[in-house]
């Protein structure tokens, strides 16, 4: 399953993301993947917890060493969204199953949320020395009567089939070592691009500008969402998350 891989498994942690950012500031190389069953403080995007229970998941982290700049960082969230997006493509063949992107990162199945991402990165003065690319995969999670029914979904539930989350974690370390070393290929932008379910949508943009609302018009090739919002103002938003309603 991990061949020759490094990697550190514990059966329970806090977050996967804290276990590879000591590893990799212990010199950890590119590749190295933390993973657990169960993690009692999984961190989501904004500081919220992630949280499944034990066996249900694939909750994973991935040392990258990636040389870019700090504009190209969301390049690596792409890397994520479009290694999970390429894992579960499979399921598309034959079936009504449909994989989109909900920008930046969820992944998401029939719509509604699947797996997210989170990349952490390490600095060491100016330098960067590694991102801790964070992957939580719902697998067979069951949301029924979770405050997230309606909006989250796992595989098995989506596909109605049972999962081998060792031959799925094998082919998304698979798409995330060939992804992240073509941090700067065309290719991944056109890949993530593809799938963004976002675009053409009304959508609210939670960001650094507050809330605004209008139409996801596209997005650039460092990841930035174009908004053109209801009053016909033209925003580039660089981080935060949206909803969508239209
Ligand atoms: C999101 O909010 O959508 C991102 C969720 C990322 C969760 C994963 S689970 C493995 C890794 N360890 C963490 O603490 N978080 C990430």
Do not use: C
Not at 42 to 47: A, D, L, M, Q
Not at 60 to 89: F, N, Y
Not at 151 to 176: C, Y
Request: proline share 4%; aromatic share 6%; hydrophobic share 45%.
């Amino acid at each position: 399953m991990l061949g020759a891989r490094p990697f550190h498994f514990d059966p329970q942690v806090g977050s996967t993301n804290d276990v590879a950012r000591e590893w990799a500031l212990a010199g950890a190389p590119a590749g190295f993947v933390a993973l657990a069953e169960e993690q009692i403080a999984g961190r989501g995007r904004f500081g919220r917890f992630w949280s499944a229970p034990p066996g249900t998941s694939l909750l994973i982290s991935v040392i990258l060493r990636p040389r870019v700049s700090h504009a190209r960082l969301p390049r690596l969230t792409m890397v994520g969204a479009v290694a999970v997006a390429e894992t579960l493509s499979d399921l598309e063949s034959g079936s009504d199953i449909s994989v989109s992107i909900k920008w930046p990162n969820d992944v998401w199945l029939n719509g509604l949320k699947v797996a997210g991402v989170l990349p952490e990165a390490i600095w060491q003065g100016q330098t960067m020395s590694a991102v801790i690319l964070g992957i939580g995969l719902n697998v067979r999670v069951d949301f029924k009567g979770t405050p997230l029914e309606g909006r989250a979904t796992s595989i098995e539930s989506a596909a109605g089939l049972a999962v081998d989350r060792a031959q799925l974690l094998a082919h998304l370390l698979q798409r995330i070592d060939y992804w992240s070393m073509r941090v700067e290929d065309p290719g991944l932008f056109e890949a993530w691009r593809s799938r963004l379910i976002t675009l053409g949508r009304h959508i609210t943009a939670h960001g650094e500008k507050g809330d605004l609302a209008g139409q996801a018009v596209d997005v650039d090739d460092d990841g930035t969402l174009i908004l053109r919002a209801d009053d016909g103002t033209i925003h580039r938003i660089v981080a935060g998350e949206v909803t969508l309603s239209g």
